[in-house]
């Protein structure tokens, strides 16, 4: 079966430049997560959806962070315009249940803002 | 807010040695998951705890989960290069979404 996947695995912008960020989790999972990881702050949680409806967005940075989960098999997260310090690894990651069930993560997407 | 601090947060021994990670917090958590992460990957779950007090094995790795639910290690016995790697724990309470520990940093030298 295939885990969940993420694209891009490396993005290179230009500071001001939108970016997004796309995740398919794993079929028949119900919820999914936006993690953004670096080394200064560890893995941090951006927002999570159960059942395609945003249930904590708290940890969206600002403004310029939006995420979507149009449908079941799909989830974008977009950041306009981009800064320096959104520089990161951001992580995807789904579960079948709800939110403390076991997390299954794809491999990420590097994100580099000149 | 939750927070999970981990210790150490880097460690650096020689194949065939011992060593525990320890997992602590003021919170209470109803359920605490290990994770390790390799270079390039995302993180994997190696076990859940929910007990207080609860021990569990995963070969020459020992899980516990502190009796008031507030902290956890990871003790492993005779590490090999294999288990190098980052190494998170994460706490759940309610339907709130995983909280993730600071990690800690093994390498395991042949």
């Known amino acids: 079966d295939a885990g969940v996947i993420q694209s891009p695995r490396h993005e290179v912008t230009e500071m001001g430049q939108e970016v997004t960020l796309r995740c398919k989790p794993i079929?028949?999972?119900?919820?999914l997560f936006w993690y953004r990881q670096t080394m200064m702050r560890g893995l941090e949680l951006l927002i999570y959806?159960?059942?395609?409806?945003?249930?904590?967005d708290s940890g969206m940075p600002e403004d310029r962070f939006s995420a979507k989960m149009p449908n079941a098999s799909f989830s974008t997260l977009k950041i306009q315009p981009s800064e320096p310090r959104d520089s990161a690894v951001y992580f995807c990651a789904s579960s079948q249940g709800y939110s403390n069930e076991k997390l299954f993560f794809g491999s990420g997407t590097q994100l580099s803002v000149l | 807010t939750q927070l999970l601090e981990q210790s150490p947060q880097f460690l650096s021994i020689q194949e065939g040695e011992n060593l525990t990670v320890y997992c602590n917090s003021s919170s209470v958590f109803s359920s605490l998951q290990w994770y390790r992460q390799e270079p390039g990957e995302g993180p994997v779950l190696l076990v859940t705890v929910v007990t207080g007090g609860e021990v569990k094995k995963l070969k020459r790795l020992t899980f516990q989960f502190g009796d008031a639910r507030k902290d956890s290690s990871l003790h492993i016995t005779a590490a090999q290069p294999g288990d190098t790697g980052l190494y998170l724990c994460a706490g759940g309470t309610g339907r709130r979404a995983l909280t993730f520990g600071s990690g800690t940093r093994l390498q395991v030298q042949p």
């Open positions: 079929s028949g999972h119900n919820s």
């Open positions: 959806f159960n059942n395609n409806v945003p249930i904590d």
